[in-house]
């Protein structure tokens, strides 16, 4: 079984660029979730899509968007990027809703992340 | 303001020890904390959950322990691996209520020494 799928691996932009960022969750996962680990820190939430709707959104500014497409892969773009913005973008995807996949063996399944440079 | 800490940002550990991993929360309506392993260049893995019900649970090597008095919950591995080395996040969510809610810690290096 194929897991989840992240391109590119990095991605160099410069400052005020506009970066997307792609992701393919398992097949039959409908939910898919966006993190960014910043250098030092842990991962922080970024967006939650399920059913191709964007259900929840971290503490993040505006020009943190995304969208996910009716065959559940998802795109996250990041707009008038800044320095701050360098880090690790993981994905993860689940069954459905989220709420159910947290109480079985297997919850959510990372992506090997997309590595953004602000330069 | 962490609500999810991992006061130990690396650990070393001679093969065949028990390595134990720390992880301290604040908010009291954590009721479900998971274990997620990642390697370099790699995403995480999922590696153990407990639920608030219960104080302990165990899977192979691995075994979470979780002090809701506290609000500590610890990751022990015995006996530990060379290819336990990585770097290992705790989390917690509210349960239920949303899968997004899951914070995580900052992580822990751990690294088995021969």
């Known amino acids: 079984e194929a897991g989840v799928t992240q391109s590119p691996t990095h991605l160099i932009k410069t400052r005020g660029q506009q970066a997307t960022l792609r992701c393919s969750p398992i097949?039959?996962?409908?939910?898919v979730y966006w993190y960014q680990q910043a250098l030092g820190l842990g991962l922080q939430f970024l967006l939650w899509?399920?059913?191709?709707?964007?259900?929840n959104r971290g503490n993040f500014p505006p020009r943190f968007s995304g969208r996910q497409f009716p065959n559940y892969s998802s795109e996250l773009n990041v707009n008038a990027l800044e320095l701050e913005d360098s880090a690790l973008y993981l994905c993860?995807?689940?069954?459905?809703?989220?709420?159910?996949?947290?109480?079985?063996?297997?919850?959510?399944?990372f992506g090997d992340g997309t590595r953004l440079s602000i330069l | 303001d962490q609500q999810v800490k991992q006061n130990s940002p690396s650990l070393s550990v001679q093969e065949g020890r028990i390595s134990i991993l720390n992880c301290d929360y604040t908010?009291?309506?954590?009721?479900?904390f998971l274990w997620y392993k990642k390697y370099p260049a790699e995403g995480p893995t999922f590696l153990i959950s407990?639920?608030?019900?219960?104080d302990k649970n165990e899977d192979g090597r691995f075994t979470v322990f979780l002090n809701k008095s506290a609000k500590h919950l610890s990751l022990h591995i015995v006996p530990s691996q060379p290819g336990d080395s990585a770097v290992y996040f705790c989390?917690?969510?509210?349960?239920?209520?949303?899968?997004?809610?899951?914070?995580f810690g900052s992580g822990t290096r751990l690294s088995i020494r021969p």
């Open positions: 993860a995807s689940s069954l459905g809703g989220g709420q159910r996949e947290l109480y079985s063996n297997q919850p959510q399944h």
């Open positions: 097949s039959g996962h409908t939910s």
């Open positions: 899509y399920d059913e191709g709707e964007e259900r």
């Open positions: 908010n009291s309506m954590f009721d479900y």
């Open positions: 407990i639920s608030s019900i219960k």
């Open positions: 989390a917690a969510s509210p349960g239920y209520s949303s899968a997004s809610k899951i914070i």
